[in-house]
C-alpha cells in the first residue's frame, strides 16, 4: 500500500513534469501538486499537530478495547490479508500498512461505531460502549502512527478529496 502510494505520487510528478514547457521557470514540486490537486497545500507541508496528551490516552484507550484484536500497537495480525475458514478476516493492522486509510475519519468513526460490516459483525461496533469523544482519540493515536507518506496522502487524497 504504502509503496503504490508512493508510486502514484511519483507518477503525478512526472506526468505534470512532462508536461512543463521548456521555458517555464522552474517550478518546485509542491506548487505543480498544488495544480494537480487543485489546492495550495503541498503533501510535504502537512504536518500532524496532535496535542500529545489526546495520543497517550488514545492509546490507553485503544490498548484496552481494541488491542486483543487489533494488537498493542494495532499492528494487526500478520496474515490479515488471508480469510478465515468461515470466509472472515482477521483484524487488519491499523498503524498506515493497511488500507484503515483509504477512508475518511467520518466514515472510520461510522465503521467503529457500528461494526461490520453491516449484517456480518466481524468487527464488533462501539455504539454506548465508547463516546464519540473516545473514538476521535482513538483515531488520533492511529494516525499518529502513520508514516508521513501515507498521512500526506490520506490528508490530500482521502480526507480532503478535492471535487
Ligand atoms: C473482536 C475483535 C475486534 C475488536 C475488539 C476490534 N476490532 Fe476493529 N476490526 C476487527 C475485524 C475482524 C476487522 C475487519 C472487518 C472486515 O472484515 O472488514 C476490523 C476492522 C477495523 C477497522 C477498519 C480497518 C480498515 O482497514 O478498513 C477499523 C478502523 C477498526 N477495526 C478499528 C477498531 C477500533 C478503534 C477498535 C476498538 C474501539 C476495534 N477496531 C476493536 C476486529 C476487532
Redesign the pocket.
Known sequence: MFTKAATIFISLFLIAACSEQPDTPTTNSSSVLDRILGRDIAPEQIKRSFDPSQIAHGQM??QK??A???GQNAEGTSDWRTPLENG?????P?NGT???W??TTEE?KR??LNG??PG?G???G?EGI?TDQE?DT?LIW?KSLWPDEVYQGWYTRIENRPK
Request: proline letters at 16%; charged letters at 10%.
Open positions: 484507550l485503544f478495547n481494541c486483543v484484536c487489533h472472515r478476516y482477521p483484524p487488519p491499523l493497511a488500507h484503515a483509504h477512508h472510520l465503521f467503529i461490520g460490516p456480518e466481524r468487527m464488533p462501539w465508547l473514538i482513538i492511529i
